[in-house]
């Protein structure tokens, strides 16, 4: 009987969808399987094709800085109407929303912070807030960013991160 003599198989691991969400994903521009560690290892930036992923603003800042060394400033700096903005929507009623996803005041985060040993003066812009766009309270931090490195005598690095042509 064949029945119990081995033949040659072919081992096919089951990626489960939970098991992708969580390690693989999948390139948008060359649609390849990417696992998330090497993605990260990366830069964010795909190993087959180049395309580069968005980065959210905390790892913008953990790239740049020397490791523990971000202090923020200017955090308490809180966004205004004072136009009572309409754009499809209330400009209040998207700042609610948008702070309730990312947990920021503002497209602009602004600290000091160690490059390479030498402490500056450091500003990054969030695209999740709102595309990242520059409005009274961001152009009001930078103006704080730049006071505040001039006072210190500090270099002033900005990653600007936003939308547009």
């Known amino acids: 009987m064949d029945i119990f003599k081995r033949k040659n198989r072919i081992y096919v691991p089951v990626i489960t969808e939970e098991i992708a969400k969580e390690t693989l994903i999948r390139c948008s521009s060359c649609g390849r399987l990417i696992n998330y560690k090497d993605l990260k290892n990366n830069l964010n930036v795909c190993p087959y094709c180049g395309h580069h992923f968005r980065m959210s603003i905390q790892e913008r800042i953990n790239l ?6 971000f ?9 205004l109407d004072v136009l009572n903005f309409y754009d499809g929507a209330y400009y209040k009623n998207q700042l609610a929303k948008v702070r309730q996803e990312t947990g920021f005041n ?3 985060i602004t600290g000091k ?11 990054a812009f969030s695209f999740e807030f709102i595309g990242g766009s520059l409005g009274f309270t961001e152009g009001e931090k930078i103006v704080k960013l730049f ?7 500090l270099p002033v690095v900005v990653k600007f991160s936003s939308g547009g042509e």
């Open 64 to 69: 740049l800085t020397d490791t523990d060394t």
């Open 106 to 108: 503002s497209a602009l």
């Open 71 to 79: 202090k923020a400033i200017n955090s308490d700096i809180e966004p």
């Open 147 to 153: 006071t505040y490195a001039k006072k210190n005598q």
């Open 113 to 123: 912070a160690k490059i390479d040993g030498v402490d500056v003066a450091i500003g």
